[in-house]
């Protein structure tokens, strides 16, 4: 068993670190107060082969794997977590999708483009009346000829104001099994009928955008189907089990954040004639930050780690989500604590943390759900 890195990991969490001090954290904050889509960092991505991270070579992607991308996020995450879930969802759940379940014909005509950052991608699978139990969607998609009309409305798109391509999943069977009458589709921005509806206004990641889809006659060609026709939701929920791992990364770089700002700013705020890194209320709170980040990063890595084996991760990727999101609540809120009334301000970074790590929790699967696959497995 090896814990450490190997070099060529090691170059690539370098490159992230230096892309994240150069091209994200630098207007972070102002991005989140502006709630400006951070459009100009994931272009730069692209430089860096970080639109797409896990996308083979031959169509323009890194040719990297699922810990490669794990170091990448952590790394962004810790500058601004809006820029990370939006890297997070194109990687993870967009493009994803394509390599999973696209054919030759439809990862010719988009994975080049989504690699490099000329796309962006999205996923949309809520709707008003299906969160956490996603099989109750009721999005159709009716076949017509060699295409499928699709109606209804997605709530909670994650990057939908600026998405190029969108993975959407409808209902192609009313008699089918709830589960097996779902079905994966490419859908463009441009497709008639299909629209960006309302943005929502969030608490945190306020940078990034979260958005209502509607869907009025969208005619979307057969040669769109991702997978089989009825053979979506399982598309849907392998695509989350890589996704989790994104957001399990999500945390450990907001924890991380929360560790080093509180440090700093312990080492420089005295109280009683000392800093207040002197005390020992504060060093307590510091090394159970750090004990915890140190656990949500490991199960994080196993997770990656599995997946880039090829081995079942549902049930670690849960683990790892369930466990990194709590932590970064934990510790963005511990720092909030150690800073004090500053830290309840926005000239310091740990209330976005705080704001930030709360979707941590929601998102992706929240907490119950990961609850619900792990203790399936215990009991299973
Ligand atoms: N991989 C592959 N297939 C899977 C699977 C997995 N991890 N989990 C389930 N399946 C398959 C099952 O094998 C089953 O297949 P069959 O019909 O062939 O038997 C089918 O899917 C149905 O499975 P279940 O009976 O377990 O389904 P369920 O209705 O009980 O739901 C659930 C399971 C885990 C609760 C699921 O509904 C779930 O994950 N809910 C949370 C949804 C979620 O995470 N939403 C996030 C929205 S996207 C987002 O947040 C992105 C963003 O913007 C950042």
Redesign the pocket.
């Known amino acids: 068993m090896e814990f450490r890195l190997n070099e060529d990991q090691q170059m690539v969490r370098d490159s992230a670190r230096e892309y994240a001090a150069t091209h994200v954290l630098p207007g972070a904050a102002q991005r989140d107060v502006d709630r400006e889509f951070p459009i100009v960092p994931f272009k730069k991505a692209g430089e860096y082969g970080f639109t797409g991270v896990c996308v083979p070579e031959e169509y323009d992607g890194a040719g990297l794997g699922s810990l490669e991308l794990t170091l990448v996020l952590m790394e962004v995450n810790a500058a601004c977590a809006s820029t990370g879930?939006t890297l997070?969802?194109h990687n993870s759940?967009c493009l994803a999708a394509l390599i999973n379940a696209g054919n030759d014909d439809q990862k010719a005509r988009y994975l080049g483009k989504l690699a490099t950052g000329e796309m962006l991608g999205?996923?949309a699978?809520?709707e008003a009346g299906s969160?956490?139990?996603?099989?109750?969607l009721v999005c159709t998609a009716r076949a017509d000829g060699d295409e499928f009309v699709l109606e209804g409305t997605k709530l909670?798109?994650?990057?939908a104001s600026h998405a190029d391509m969108f993975v959407v999943f409808a209902r192609t069977s009313q008699e089918a099994?709830?589960?097996?009458g779902i079905t994966a589709f490419l859908v463009e921005r441009d497709t008639p009928g299909f629209r960006v509806s309302k943005k929502e206004d969030k608490l945190g990641i306020r940078a990034s955008s979260?958005c209502e889809l509607v869907f009025e006659e969208v005619r979307v060609p057969a040669i769109n189907v991702l997978g089989e026709v009825g053979h979506g939701?399982?598309?849907a929920?392998?695509l989350?089990?890589g996704?989790?791992i994104g957001?399990a990364a999500q945390g450990v770089g907001i924890a991380r954040a929360s560790i080093e700002a509180s440090a700093r700013y312990a080492k420089e705020r005295h109280a009683f004639g000392k800093p207040i890194a002197k005390f020992g209320a504060i060093r307590a709170k510091l090394a159970e930050m750090r004990a915890r980040t140190d656990a949500s990063e490991l199960l994080t890595l196993r997770a990656a780690w599995l997946k880039d084996q090829g081995e079942s991760h549902?049930v670690e990727a849960s683990c790892a989500k369930l466990i990194a999101s709590q932590n970064a609540n934990f510790c963005a809120r511990e720092a909030v604590q150690i800073h004090g009334g500053a830290g309840y301000l926005e000239d310091f970074p740990v209330e976005r943390y705080m704001r930030d790590a709360r979707i941590t929790e929601?998102?992706?699967?929240?907490t119950e759900?990961q609850r619900?696959?792990i203790s399936?497995e215990v009991l299973a």
């Not at 909670?156 to 990057?159: H, I, K, L």
């Open positions: 879930v997070s969802v759940l999205a996923y699978l809520s969160g956490s139990d996603a099989a109750a909670w798109v994650t990057s099994k709830r589960s097996r979260t939701f399982p598309i929920m392998e989350l089990d996704g989790r957001i549902t929601i998102y992706e699967g929240t759900i619900m696959v399936r």
